[in-house]
């Protein structure tokens, strides 16, 4: 008799508990298949020290085969679910596709960022959920100082030491405590002219700092907050952001390059496809977590709705707390439905406490209900962390160490680009590369995202997009957030500084394009010309109601053959003729293309913190 197939989809906090208790459970009488487009779980929670340059970056992450044995891991990212057949269908990283037949499913896919109808947010901002984001804001920010210091303009030096961060939660406070420290750090080795201090924007739309904690941790947090010199201001958001910087709702204008959109989560646009009922884009699942009528389909973590049994009538929170316990209850209850481990129970939780982490010896704690500050919250905060890795815990705490007694490295490593890593995307955890598959956009305004399909292809699953969405090539230089631009011109029109348009007079940040650092053309294309084909984000012609023009094709006809003897070869790197560029992709369908205008949903105000997926207590 043949072995029960498992599939997990997702290698979260959610699916990796799900698949290690798995595999505790059933020792190797079932064939466990993790699909996951990363081999590695990140610890959310550490990520602001990584951008901080506390740790680096290999530090929290944890190898899914070095620690899952008996699981077999399928890198790919699901497209659809076919319930019917039992069919999971996805894209590996190089583009191709697959599927996967199970008998039991458990989906843990996670959530993205969650994106508000803020006009020029996802032209200029940058959120904060995988390890490429983290990588490019310690680069950004160190790179803003660094050009601070040479530049002669006051108001140019002011603008790029300035820095908003949106959003209050677990994942805005903790980035603001980190980079602040990061940036005094890099000023106080380097000095700015005129003494100048770089200054931090926190802001939010709720009362106060960390609204969804406890009051007194709150004021614990606002208070060394405003210590280091961080401008909190609460009720405010983002109106506009632009590219000299970003309008307050309070009228007041912002000058400054970088803006962090950290305003929470929303479930992976993959559980709109499966055609269940869903809860604010979560699938609802009974206490088992089961989908209803659907025995042999779970679900965890935050792409599930799950009842809290402590709270009836309502559902528990999107936080890495509960995603790690369900992810746990998951698994027992897969066991349980193959007859392989112990009956099945609904899930249930218990708060044991919170923990932020606030930099240096800083942080806000309430262990078990007991309310702690300063450097008793940071041992118990650091404690907590390394109690809840998976791995790594010595090689953490060895980095910490080195923290404490070394000066911190304020280099910036160039290993990813802007354009790498949008805001508007449903996979955070991948940075986009040239040549590679597109990866879907997340839809603008917290609402469940749809995706454009090919032509012949299945309206209802989550497919690669044609290659030929943004050209990396074309701008050697950074377009950061708020200010380093990427031009869109007026009815899809190219900008200045995309393809097509014209030569960019100025770089990103205001600098002359001779002063910036050029970069070599790939040379994988006919006659050593830059890659026609775009690998990340929309093009500068996408727009509302119109699809991203996919890979250039050359209509222009050849040139004259030269006299034998001349070099007589025609060149293929002239500019294509009028109807050169074709569109491979169907049109968007209903909410493929969003309007950044578009007026948001009931309850969700501009700015509004959404929760964090971050783990707040012990297990």
């Known amino acids: 008799m043949s072995?029960?197939?498992?599939?997990?989809?997702?290698?979260?906090?959610?699916?990796?508990?799900?698949?290690?208790?798995?595999?505790?459970?059933?020792?190797?009488?079932?064939?466990?298949?993790?699909?996951?487009p990363t081999d590695y779980f990140l610890y959310l929670p550490l990520l602001p020290q990584v951008a901080a340059g506390v740790l680096e970056a290999r530090r929290v992450t944890v190898s899914l085969p070095g620690t899952l044995r008996g699981v077999r891991l399928v890198l790919g990212e699901a497209d659809g679910v076919d319930l019917d057949e039992r069919t999971v269908h996805y894209s590996d990283p190089e583009g191709g596709a697959g599927s996967l037949r199970y008998d039991r499913l458990v989906l843990a896919v996670g959530s993205v960022n969650k994106l508000l109808p803020v006009p020029g947010v996802a032209e200029h901002a940058h959120g904060f959920r995988g390890l490429p984001e983290a990588l490019y804001l310690r680069d950004h920010v160190t790179r803003q100082v660094e050009l601070a210091a040479a530049e002669d303009d006051p108001g140019r030096r002011a603008a790029r030491c300035t820095f908003v961060v949106v959003g209050a939660g677990y994942t805005g406070t903790e980035v603001a405590a980190h980079l602040q420290m990061l940036t005094d750090r890099l000023v106080r080795r380097r000095p700015l002219p005129g003494g100048l201090r770089p200054r931090w924007l926190l802001l939010d739309v709720a009362p106060r700092v960390l609204p969804e904690m406890d009051e007194r941790l709150s004021r614990t947090a606002d208070r060394v907050l405003r210590a280091r010199g961080v401008d909190v201001r609460m009720g405010t958001s983002v109106k506009e952001a632009t590219r000299e910087g970003v309008l307050l709702t309070d009228g007041e204008f912002v000058a400054s390059r970088t803006l962090v959109w950290c305003v929470g989560v929303r479930p992976d646009p993959l559980v709109e496809a499966v055609g269940q009922p869903l809860e604010r884009g979560r699938l609802i699942v009974d206490p088992?977590?089961?989908?209803?009528?659907?025995?042999?389909?779970?679900?965890?973590?935050?792409?599930?709705?799950?009842?809290?049994?402590?709270?009836?009538?309502?559902?528990?929170?999107?936080?890495?707390?509960?995603?790690?316990?369900?992810?746990?209850?998951?698994?027992e209850n897969v066991a349980g439905s193959l007859g392989l481990g112990r009956r099945r129970r609904p899930y249930r939780h218990r708060d044991l406490g919170f923990a932020v982490d606030l930099g240096g010896a800083r942080a806000a704690a309430n262990p078990l209900g007991v309310p702690l500050s300063g450097p008793a919250a940071g041992v118990v905060t650091r404690g907590y962390h390394l109690a809840a890795l998976p791995g790594n815990r010595i090689r953490v705490a060895a980095d910490w160490l080195l923290d404490a007694v070394l000066p911190r490295q304020g280099v910036q490593l160039g290993l990813v680009r802007s354009w790498s890593v949008p805001l508007d995307t449903a996979s955070p955890e991948?940075?986009?590369?040239?040549?590679?598959?597109?990866?879907?956009?997340?839809?603008?305004?917290?609402?469940?995202?749809?995706?454009?399909?090919?032509?012949?292809?299945?309206?209802?699953?989550?497919?690669?997009?044609?290659?030929?969405?943004?050209?990396?090539?074309?701008?050697?230089g950074d377009h950061g957030p708020a200010g380093e631009p990427r031009d869109m011109g007026p009815a899809?029109?190219?900008?200045?500084?995309?393809?097509?348009?014209?030569?960019?007079?100025?770089?990103?940040?205001?600098?002359?394009?001779?002063?910036q650092p050029r970069e070599e053309p790939p040379r994988n294309q006919p006659g050593g010309q830059s890659a026609r084909r775009r690998s990340g984000g929309e093009s500068a012609g996408a727009g509302p109601?119109?699809?991203?023009?996919?890979?250039?094709?050359?209509?222009?006809?050849?040139?004259?053959?030269?006299?034998?003897?001349?070099g007589g070869t025609t060149d293929p790197a002239a500019p294509a003729g009028p109807g050169g560029t074709t569109d491979p992709a169907a049109p968007a369908g209903p909410g493929g293309t969003t309007d950044p205008g578009a007026p948001a949903a009931p309850g969700d105000p501009a700015g509004a913190t959404g929760p964090a997926d971050r783990p707040n207590a012990s297990d």
């Open 3 to 36: 072995r029960p197939r498992v599939v997990i989809v997702g290698a979260g906090f959610a699916g990796y508990r799900a698949a290690r208790t798995l595999a505790r459970l059933t020792r190797n009488r079932a064939d466990i298949t993790l699909l996951n």
């Open 492 to 515: 899809g029109e190219p900008g200045k500084n995309q393809p097509g348009g014209e030569p960019a007079k100025r770089q990103p940040g205001g600098e002359p394009a001779r002063n």
């Open 288 to 331: 088992q977590l089961q989908l209803p009528g659907r025995t042999d389909v779970f679900a965890c973590g935050d792409a599930a709705a799950v009842p809290d049994l402590e709270r009836p009538g309502s559902f528990t929170p999107m936080t890495a707390q509960h995603a790690w316990r369900q992810g746990r209850v998951a698994g």
């Open 545 to 566: 109601g119109r699809p991203a023009p996919g890979p250039v094709r050359r209509t222009d006809p050849p040139a004259p053959a030269a006299p034998a003897g001349s």
């Open 430 to 476: 991948l940075a986009r590369v040239p040549g590679g598959p597109d990866r879907p956009s997340a839809r603008r305004g917290g609402e469940p995202m749809t995706h454009e399909s090919a032509p012949g292809t299945d309206p209802g699953r989550r497919t690669a997009a044609e290659p030929g969405k943004t050209d990396p090539a074309a701008e050697p």
